[in-house]
């Protein structure tokens, strides 16, 4: 088994709101991923957790807070967030908490930001 | 920093067609090496994987990759395309070493398969 699971599938929320994106794994996997992903474009790395701890941080704006409560369980903490940011945010996660394995992708959100 | 190319934005095949999406990368150390496909609507899932061994490895749905070092690339093929294999395809490569997290994409090449 290789899920990922993200909640919600889709989000639409205001420049004031407040919102969290989930991401759940049951694999066992020791690191955890976010990633940014504009339409026809790759994906964006955005924060690593290995072994529930951020280890990669790429330069996001503070508006966006991720969080790993768990082994299994990683949030994603969104305010005051602009209409640029409006993606599909995906997570994944990997075996190696020290990096260097195969990815697995989750479905994604898709945020919208009006 | 590391940079992954993918030379075709977009191929437009008739079922059956064969195909080859090409991959070059810029990392001079020990890589792993990633084909994702991006259905419609759909998430990134693994096609298939190189981390060491035979440069020839296979994938799901028929695919298949060549890891050429020499080169520094590692180009998809599939003898014969069907519809279904509509999707858009990315090449990623992570880099070994201690924190080696990041997964450098290609931009991605499009596939249309025409029935």
């Known amino acids: 088994d290789t899920e990922v699971t993200q909640t919600p599938k889709h989000l639409v929320m205001g420049m004031t709101n407040k919102k969290s994106l989930k991401c759940e794994q049951h694999m066992g996997h020791r690191a955890m991923y976010w990633y940014k992903q504009k339409a026809k474009k790759p994906p964006e790395l955005m924060f690593v957790y290995s072994y529930e701890k951020l280890s990669i941080n790429e330069s996001v704006p503070s508006r966006f807070s991720p969080e790993c409560p768990n082994s299994s369980l990683l949030n994603l903490h969104l305010h005051a967030l602009q209409p640029e940011d409006s993606a599909l945010y995906l997570c994944?996660?990997?075996?190696?908490?020290?990096?260097?394995?195969?990815?697995?992708f989750g479905p994604g959100t898709r945020l919208t930001v009006l | 920093a590391q940079s992954v190319s993918q030379h075709n934005h977009h191929v437009i095949l008739s079922e059956a067609a064969s195909l080859e999406l090409g991959c070059n990368y810029s990392y001079g150390g020990t890589v792993n090496l990633f084909w994702y496909v991006q259905y419609p609507g759909q998430h990134l899932q693994l096609l298939l994987k190189y981390f060491s061994g035979d440069p020839l490895v296979k994938g799901i749905k028929g695919f298949e990759a060549e890891f050429i070092k020499s080169k520094f690339s590692f180009n998809l093929r599939k003898p014969s395309v069907q519809w279904s294999d509509t999707a858009e395809y990315f090449c990623a490569v992570n880099k070994i070493g201690a924190g080696s997290y990041q997964l450098t994409f290609g931009k991605g090449t499009k596939l249309s398969v025409i029935p």
């Open positions: 994944a996660s990997s075996q190696e908490g020290g990096g260097g394995g195969t990815q697995y």
